[in-house]
């Protein structure tokens, strides 16, 4: 398959999201039609990057199907400039779509805790030229990055038992923070949204089945 063939299923997978109304924000959009989603899916998987699923990218982990990245980028609403906190890296693909959006004077931080996994993201985002916009970091991301907070997005992607703590800390007034919350296995996904006053308000949206979040505020080994 070419450049071409992969640019034509991009499309016509973006254009599919949107009609499912799982792909609503417009930033969003146009960040999953700009980024190329095959040059994070492993090479002998290549051909599957357009379709509707997750794929294995190694160590037990997957990259999240379209349509789950698409509803958790919408919910996220990130705009330009912002500065966002992504905890589980994976492949990088979806700190790429929001590099595309927060553009060069915002910044995102992504926290993974595989090394091997954190090397192979910075790697693809070296690919597509977004190393300036996004700093992988290797750690347990259930504790937040401190050091660069507040943030005005946050997003895991790693199914949580809870909402850590630290999270919620690390959110600025106004900010958003969507995680899947629930067992091992299923999870619900949710919204929490923080007003001006610091007070958080949390909505449900899907259900959904993400692998587990490893660390102090999530799940042990
Ligand atoms: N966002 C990724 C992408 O675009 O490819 C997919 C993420 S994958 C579903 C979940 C990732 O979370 C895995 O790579 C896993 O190793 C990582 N993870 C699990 N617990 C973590 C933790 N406490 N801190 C950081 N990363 C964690």
């Given at each position: 398959m070419d450049m071409e063939d992969f640019e034509k299923q991009r499309k016509i997978l973006v254009e599919t999201l949107v009609a499912e109304g799982v792909l609503f924000d417009e930033y969003a959009r146009k960040a999953m039609l700009?980024?190329?989603?095959?040059?994070?899916?492993?090479?002998?998987?290549?051909?599957?990057?357009?379709?509707?699923?997750?794929?294995?990218?190694?160590?037990?982990?997957?990259?999240s199907a379209p349509s789950m990245v698409a509803?958790?980028?919408?919910?996220?609403?990130?705009?330009?400039?912002?500065?966002?906190?992504?905890?589980?890296t994976g492949s990088g693909y979806q700190s790429a779509l929001l590099a595309a959006i927060?553009?060069?004077?915002?910044?995102?931080?992504?926290?993974?805790?595989?090394?091997?996994?954190?090397?192979?993201?910075?790697?693809?985002?070296?690919?597509?030229?977004?190393?300036?916009?996004?700093?992988?970091?290797?750690?347990?991301?259930?504790?937040?990055?401190?050091?660069?907070?507040?943030?005005?997005?946050?997003?895991?992607?790693?199914a949580s038992p809870d909402i850590p703590k630290p999270l919620v800390e690390q959110l600025k007034p106004n900010g958003i923070l969507v995680i899947p919350v629930g067992d091992r296995y299923l999870q619900r996904l949710l919204i929490v949204e923080k007003d001006e006053k610091g007070r958080t308000r949390i909505r449900k949206d899907t259900w959904c089945a993400f692998v587990p979040l490893i660390g102090k505020y999530g799940w042990t080994l």
């Open positions: 700009k980024v190329p989603r095959e040059l994070f899916v492993p090479g002998h998987q290549k051909h599957l990057a357009y379709i509707d699923e997750p794929l294995p990218i190694g160590y037990g982990q997957t990259i509803i958790m980028t919408s919910h996220l609403k990130t705009r330009p400039g912002h500065k966002a906190l992504e905890i589980g927060v553009g060069d004077e915002g910044h995102i931080y992504t926290i993974e805790r595989i090394p091997e996994l954190a090397e192979m993201a910075k790697e693809n985002l070296e690919k597509i030229g977004y190393s300036s916009r996004v700093t992988v970091i290797v750690s347990d991301g259930t504790l937040g990055c401190k050091e660069k907070a507040p943030y005005d997005r946050i997003i895991v992607t790693a």
